[in-house]
């Protein structure tokens, strides 16, 4: 099973700064998809960002963004102009092309924002 | 446009009990996903349907534990005499087609305390 990594528990950041999430994982398939997911207190996840592994381009979404290095199998997630409303869980997300029912998932970073 | 929805949001069993857990997906999604989250760790694949069928069962943890979808649309998951290493929160989600790069929408999950 793949296997996805989170190194940072919890991140802090003050509010209008940037913060990057880190996140790595571990596959031998070339095909595949990462997610960020963000998890406020409320539980329900939300999609932040997505990058299909065939796309050399970095996704961004607003003031999201990603820095995805296919060859080190790392996904980092960058957050600019931090908002209140930004706190919450983060978690890295693999899903595979060949066996894509399934996400795996790491173990999330907390994200604390400083007024 | 209504999201997934689950119910109870919060159940309490004691050890031996049985319990049912029930997803509304959102109409006419295709896919349904159930997750496990222990406490400070990300979402862990249980089980997959796609329609009524069930495709991947291979993350239920133990025979205790079963999922249904009869009609394609609403899926419960029923764990049976409840052990304390079950207590976690379960989260469901919909996708509206298979496939691994469509985004899975997540419900707020049940939170089940087993004492």
């Known amino acids: 099973a793949q296997t996805v990594t989170q190194s940072q528990p919890e991140m802090s950041v003050q509010e209008a700064e940037t913060v990057t999430l880190s996140c790595t994982y571990d596959t031998s398939e070339s095909d595949y998809y990462l997610f960020w997911y963000k998890q406020p207190p409320s539980r329900q996840m939300i999609l932040v960002i997505r990058q299909e592994a065939y796309k050399q381009q970095n996704a961004t979404e607003n003031r999201f963004s990603v820095n995805f290095q296919k060859a080190a199998k790392s996904f980092s997630l960058k957050i600019s102009d931090s908002q209140l409303g930004d706190a919450a869980m983060y978690f890295c997300?693999?899903?595979?092309?060949?066996?894509?029912?399934?996400?795996?998932f790491g173990t999330g970073t907390s994200l604390t924002v400083i007024p | 446009g209504a999201g997934v929805s689950q119910s109870p949001r919060y159940k309490v069993a004691k050890r031996g009990q049985d319990v049912a857990l029930r997803c509304d997906p959102i109409?006419?999604?295709?896919?349904l996903f159930w997750y496990q989250q222990a406490l400070g760790q990300g979402p862990e694949f249980l089980t997959y349907?796609?329609?009524?069928?069930?495709?991947?069962k291979s993350g239920l943890p133990s025979d205790r534990f079963f999922a249904e979808r009869p009609e394609g649309s609403v899926s419960t998951l029923k764990i049976q005499r409840t052990q304390q290493e079950d207590s976690a929160v379960y989260l469901c989600?919909?996708?509206?087609?298979?496939?691994?790069?469509?985004?899975?929408?997540f419900g707020p999950g049940t939170r089940l305390t087993v004492t």
């Open positions: 989600a919909s996708s509206p087609h298979q496939g691994p790069s469509y985004e899975q929408y």
């Open positions: 109409s006419g999604h295709v896919s």
């Open positions: 349907f796609q329609n009524e069928a069930q495709l991947d």
């Open positions: 997300a693999y899903r595979s092309e060949n066996t894509g029912n399934q996400f795996y």
